[in-house]
């Protein structure tokens, strides 16, 4: 059973814009601190960003002020607006979800594209 569904990647060009959605069942949505992470080829996974059941919201320094991370509780999602997009930012990406007894699920991934 899927429990994470990620969309909205794609190619874009240098400067350019996308938003990632991760819909989730309710049952892990609502207990849970969602985020978001990428993976280039040849490198680790890395946090991109976080909220909390609250909205408390941690972003890596390589994407603040550029990226936000948002929740809608009641649609189950959770969202990335990346804007001033660059070629480093080319990964692919996974949406995360921490459940508030620490059992961990991942997204299939989505990939996104920085054309320069």
């Known amino acids: 059973q899927v429990q994470l569904v990620e969309s909205g990647g794609g190619l874009v060009q240098t400067g350019g814009s996308l938003r990632l959605s991760c819909a989730a069942s309710?049952?892990?949505?609502?207990?849970?601190?969602m985020g978001w992470y990428r993976q280039a080829p040849g490198s680790q996974r890395e946090l991109v960003a976080i909220?909390?059941?609250?909205?408390?919201?941690t972003y890596s320094d390589s994407v603040k002020g550029r990226f936000t991370i948002s929740r809608d509780n009641a649609k189950n999602t959770v969202y990335l607006q990346m804007n001033s997009l660059k070629p480093e930012d080319s990964a692919v990406y996974y949406c995360?979800?921490?459940?508030?007894?620490?059992?961990?699920?991942w997204g299939q991934g989505t990939p996104v594209t920085v054309s320069s």
């Open positions: 909220i909390t059941r609250v909205s408390s919201t």
């Open positions: 309710r049952a892990i949505f609502s207990l849970s601190t």
């Open positions: 995360n979800a921490v459940r508030h007894d620490g059992l961990t699920f």
